[in-house]
């Protein structure tokens, strides 16, 4: 088949016509993406030259405006290849993906590295302040130049040729380190062949535990690697053996020797990021990365990271004190290990707030909480979302939601993939299939949340654990970030701000699921439909600061490893990370028996892409900022008070990075971000 045949039979070439220009997610299969790559890559070229080598003189409208509308064509078939490849991919598409991360890595540079366009681009930075540019525009052109800069653009030479390949090798890095932990985590079952393999499971985990062997086929019940089975199941089995097997296969995804090895990608990658960052200039990764942050320092991250440790290892041992009388109460003589600290936590739990897994999950059925995270952007934003179950999706779970703004008219499409499945890399995330823009003609976004809940039986409600809830939440807090976002750039529009703000939505609208109101409305039991008791509402609220020690010093550990291994100049990538990472956690003073879940060996956050490299702390700096912003509304005395609910819409939701973030933050709350409000949520107030 010639080329042109391939094009006219390749869906991803054809016009995309599906309602809202959905992509042809029935149509498209692994083959089609390599050829559709090569000629949208090749028409995107086109276009970048007929910026750069245009006779006229460099304008904002002929260069900056006209390099944002540029390579559409591209974009959409690139966002929907790597939104499948997380979300539903195959070995057809793992191959595709091996195959295609060099050429698309050598894409970026072509537009990064293309010398006569950044020349121009250049030259319209350096006279910005006689453009006459709104403030927008402005903003535009900094990041822009600065993407340029970042990206390699002023080096000449061998040092820009030895940019460009770094940038190829660490793409193909990527790749396969995400592919190991995929690959290890599908490789991976605890059979529990007995009912006594069972013992002290609740209900709803025997249930997801069942569910998971029949997606498999298999008889029987099974835990895998999915967090929301590996976590409940540390945290209820009474078997501490299986427990401990448990722990230890899902702590050493990466680690095995074999082909899906991540120790050596993990070195080789930290070396080449260093060496990026010296050729910029910097002395290090982390400092290359934080360049390009509100934190803008090593000594602003580790300031907060510091002040944070300290309390939280306070708070831990507080916690464990409890846990250790409790084991000992209950004839426990064993260390507490780190397979034994969910587990006798829960104990405690359960003694202190008389919370039972069994009481409290019918309250979260999966639908409820879905409809009570629209209910609340509803109440905040007036958006509705009203499902569309005629609209294309990638996987029968999918639900697809078109989103409508006070007016009535559509402002985004919404896609819902709750559920977890062996195509499906783990955690949980927000993507786009297309952004919000003006430019070049409106285009509304088209918005992807993936979590990984274990589904229930067919015919049975899946049940939400209250950190599920948490991680729904969450994840469209980040949806409503991209739907709602209105500004005239593609590059600063939703998601695409500096990576410590991108937290904010998507934390801050953490808060809502946990207010009363939100709770009466939506938390009702999916079999009796009575609504939750305010008792146990109480008892949700006081139990949630007990185990904040353990989580804080879990996370800030793990931000810290990320700190210390991102800030070693080039030539001293550590020849052993794990050993590296024992070593920093050792340094610190990580007490026993806690035990880290986020090893180098399988850190997506680190290694698979780099937008959270030296930016695992990005989760506690926006914290910051979503403690206190929800304070306004504690402040206003109504968790939907619409004048600060329309003030977070301008300022926040719909903002993008359209305005620095320390300002448009400022614009919101009338005054800079105080740290106490973070502190007394985590309850670490105290701890001083
Ligand atoms: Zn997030």
Redesign the pocket.
Known sequence: MNFIDAALHNPLLQPWTAPHGLPPFTEVRAEHFAPAFELAMREHRAELDAIALQSAAPTFDNTVARLDASGRAFARIELLFHNLCASETSAALQAAQRTLSQPLAAHANAIYLNAPLFARIDALFARRAELDLDAQSMRLLERVHDDFVRSGARLAGAERERFGALNERLASLSTQFGQNVLADESAYRLVLAHEGDMAGLPESVRDAARQAAAERHLPGALITLSRSLVVPFLTHSDRRDLREAAWRAWTSRGEHDGATDNRAVVREMLELRAEQARLLGYESYADYALANTMARTRGAVMGLLDNVWSRALRALEREREAIVAMMREQGATHEIEPWDWRYWAERVRQRRFALDDAEVKPYFALDRMVAAAFDCARRLFGVSLVERADLPVYHPDVKAYEVLGRDGRPIGVFLHDNFARPTKRSGA??SNFRQQTKNGGAVIPIVVNNNNFAKAAPGQPTLLSFDDVRTLF??FG?GLHGLLSDVGYERLSGTNVLRDF??LP??LFEHWMSEPDVLRRHARHAVTGEPIPEPLIERLKRSRRFGQGYETVRYVASALTDMAVHSLPQGRAPADPVAFENQVLAERGLPPGVGINHRFTHFQHLFYGSSYAAGYYV?LWAEVLDADAFDAFVEAGDPFDGQVASRLLAHVYAAGDGVEPGATYQAFRGRAPRIEPMLEKRGLLEAT
């Open positions: 995330w927000m969450h994840e980040h991108v937290e998507s934390q989760y």
